[in-house]
């Protein structure tokens, strides 16, 4: 059973490294579909499974298209990860898709539109403005 520290390590290289793989490296057309990024790495403590969590941008067709895209070269990108981060064993790769940050978003819309009613009733400001909502999304998104 590999650290802590190391697991971190692992799952930061990995991160790093797929995500230089979706920028440069996997030709499939589906992948370009919607705009993808990957947003966490989370590694099993013995080091031999991962599951690479990306968040993509578009319509839900793109997205689709683009986690089968993504599916169909987990075989290509645990290859490359192999020569690149140099591990006894390679883990499994797994592609998930992350919608926290779409989720954050509309949390943050509907608390702005809220923070509007109240203070199109109570005629008063709260106090509560676009920076605070940044925050606030910077925040949930984290």
């Known amino acids: 059973m590999a650290t802590s520290r190391r697991v971190a390590r692992v799952a930061e290289l990995i991160r790093r490294e ?14 370009g579909m919607g705009m993808v990024s990957v947003t966490n790495v989370d590694v099993s403590g013995d080091l031999q499974h991962a599951k690479v969590f990306v968040s993509i941008y578009g ?8 986690m089968a895209g993504l599916k169909s070269a987990t075989g290509y990108v645990r290859a490359e990860l192999g020569q690149r ?3 006894r ?9 992350d919608r926290s940050i779409e989720r954050g978003t509309k949390v943050l819309s509907l608390l702005n539109r809220l923070n509007q009613e109240r203070n199109d009733t109570d005629g008063t400001d709260d106090g509560w403005d676009e ?6 999304e910077e ?3 984290t």
């Open 131 to 136: 920076d605070d909502a940044i925050g606030a």
């Open 89 to 97: 064993r390679t883990p499994e790769i797994v592609f998930l898709e």
């Open 59 to 66: 319509s839900d067709e793109a997205r689709a298209e683009t």
């Open 18 to 31: 797929v995500s230089q793989l979706l920028f440069s490296g996997i030709k499939d057309e589906r992948v």
């Open 85 to 87: 981060i140099r591990l």
């Open 139 to 141: 925040d949930v998104a």
